[in-house]
């Protein structure tokens, strides 16, 4: 049964409630429900997927049953010493440990008992892979294509992937896809499948308002959200939750709706919060958050810190102990034809191209640009100033432009001119134009160029070591020499885009045990109420290891509080049985 509304249920008591429809929600409902528990799922917004909808969808499961069939070693032990060291504060340890130890376990449950599919990615190496414990690949889990068809009518409640991460208009394309499409024209086998996709897009739009081959996150949510459908799962849209419900010191449903429409709905073993954390929440932000970091999120505008709040007004705790508030990565702001503002996550698709150097106000470099996005906003967090207006820039030439694209332009744009009028896209001639632009010293910009070329034709990046990485390659162009991730910048024009520190995420949440169960503030669960997700604290005090350790957890500990929630009922059951 699929709703909407909050009076679209006329039942008034479910097993479990969960609130959000993200991936950390979407699972916990979907092992509730595959355990034998009905379950409520309730959703503030119109549609399911949160933020997962929109991203890469990779998530980080150490020591995988399917890395060993693919050629692939890992091993607990090997894990274990890898967070130690970029994670090492002692906080949440105990939930890092229980992470590693139900992984596995989670994804082997989820791939048989729901339409949750999981491949390994081979080659994406953790994101500091100089460390002991690193590896190179298999630890990134990404979700199988998925047919939106098999959604049938409830495709349409399925949140859209951003639309500057798709082509003509909606078609999605997978990590594999891309370098073909960059080749068609100069490869037969590339040109071959790109004409292959576009045919299959063309023939999908006929009968949908986007593409239905789905990838990345948004296929993830897709396979989250039939699991749902096929186990019969009530989901209420559009449905905001007023508070929870308390009777005898344990959470036993929510108040949903205001005023006349308002109405309780109790859950018999419990309501587990999953509404995507506080990126959104202003005064939250400003609370936690350094002041350079500003109000800049990559996250669906849905992530108000409504479960924190839900949770805190009767008693809960926040784990605000982090080494960062958030999951950080450089945003360039624009704006869409339909006037609503965009902001792309510079995740990986341009800084550790060819050809690109990110600087400061002073028109200097001052950071890896093929570093992780999370680092490269420690770095610029750390320059030196703690306003919010303190500029940064990528600059490029048009040989990179044209080959990889820059923020939300993509390769082989032949029509610049929207980018540059509204002002998103600033060219020029020669690097001092460029200078006067951005308004940095011509001086200072030209010498950053000139000493960043001189050793760029060579391959080397003395100054931060760009490229000395099995990640910074891997984010490089594998066809250029000597190295990956440099090129001189010198073909005129001269480009330059803004960008800001922004988030992916809120590190900060409800502080659990290892059941998933929020805590009090002495550190003693609180009966019946659950969180995963961003609600939940993060397992890595703010750190970020490699790809996918959001979802990674969020799965986890979904798959955790649905199977506790399982679990308490049959422990019930037994007891009542041995009673009689």
């Not at 470099?365 to 750390?382: D, I, K």
């Not at 044209?402 to 009028?421: A, E, M, N, S, V």
């Not at 059941?515 to 997700?533: E, F, K, M, N, T």
């Amino acid at each position: 049964m699929n709703a909407t509304g909050p009076r679209a249920s006329m039942r008034d008591a479910f097993d479990v409630i969960v609130v959000g429809a993200g991936a950390g929600g979407m699972t916990a409902a979907a092992v509730a429900a595959a355990s034998g528990l009905s379950v409520l799922v309730i959703e503030k917004t119109e549609f399911v997927g949160g933020t997962t909808a929109w991203s890469g969808g990779m998530v980080w499961i150490p020591a995988n049953h399917k890395m060993k069939p693919a050629g692939m070693a890992d091993s607990l032990l090997q894990a274990t010493e890898y967070l130690s060291r970029t994670v090492p504060e002692a906080d949440n340890a105990e939930l890092r440990d229980i992470f590693l130890k139900r992984g596995a376990e989670a994804i082997d449950f989820l791939e048989a008992n729901s339409q949750v599919r999981l491949q390994p990615v081979k080659v994406y190496p953790d994101y500091y892979p100089e460390l002991p414990g690193s590896t190179a690949g298999g630890r990134v889990l990404e979700p199988q294509s998925f047919d939106g068809r098999e959604l049938g009518e409830h495709f349409v409640r399925l949140r859209p992937p951003l639309p500057e991460f798709t082509l003509f208009g909606g078609m999605m394309v997978n990590r594999l896809d891309i370098p073909h499409l960059r080749k068609a024209g100069r490869s037969v086998r590339s040109t071959l499948r790109a004409m292959r996709l576009i045919g299959e897009y063309a023939l999908q739009r006929l009968r949908s308002p986007r593409g239905t081959t789905l990838h990345l996150g948004n296929a993830l949510a897709a396979r989250l959200y039939a699991s749902l459908l096929s186990r019969n799962v009530e989901i209420m849209f559009g449905t905001a939750i007023d508070r929870l419900i308390v009777e005898n010191d344990r959470v036993a449903g929510v108040r949903i709706g205001a005023g006349d429409d308002a109405r309780s709905v109790f859950a018999r073993e419990g309501v587990v919060l999953a509404t995507g954390g506080f990126s959104h929440d202003g005064e939250l932000r400003r609370q936690f958050f350094p002041a350079a970091a500003g109000l800049v999120s990559a996250t669906s505008a849905a992530g108000t810190g409504d479960g924190l709040r839900l949770a805190t007004q009767d008693g809960a705790r926040l784990a605000t102990n982090v080494a960062d508030p958030a999951y950080w990565v450089p945003g360039s702001l624009f704006k869409r034809d339909d006037g609503s503002l965009g902001v792309f996550p510079h995740t990986v698709t341009d800084r550790a191209k060819p050809g690109v150097i990110a600087v400061n106000a002073t028109g200097r470099r001052f950071v890896n640009e093929a570093l992780s996005y999370h680092e490269f906003v420690r770095a610029m967090l750390r320059d030196g100033n703690r306003s919010a207006e303190r500029p940064f820039h990528l600059i490029c030439d048009r040989r990179f432009l044209w080959t990889y694209g820059l923020g939300r332009i993509q390769p082989f744009t032949r029509r610049l001119r929207r980018y540059i009028q509204s002002g998103e896209l600033i060219e020029a001639r020669t690097i001092g134009a460029l200078a006067d632009a951005i308004g940095v010293e011509r001086s200072a910009l030209t010498a950053t160029v000139d000493d960043y070329n001189d050793h760029a034709r060579a391959g080397i990046d003395p100054k931060f070591g760009r490229g000395s990485t099995i990640y910074q390659r891997h984010l490089g162009d594998a066809g250029h020499a000597p190295n990956p991730c440099i090129a001189p910048i010198e073909r005129a024009p001269f480009y330059a885009l803004r960008i800001v520190p922004a988030d992916l995420g809120t590190a900060i949440g409800l502080a659990t045990d290892g059941c998933a169960r929020v805590l009090r503030q002495d550190g003693s669960p609180i009966a019946g109420l659950y969180a995963c997700g961003n609600d939940m604290g993060s397992i890595m005090n703010g750190n970020y290891p490699g790809p996918g350790i959001t979802l990674g957890p969020a799965l986890v500990f979904g798959y955790i509080a649905g199977r506790h929630l399982a679990d308490q009922r049959s422990q019930i059951t037994v007891g009542h049985q041995e009673q009689r």
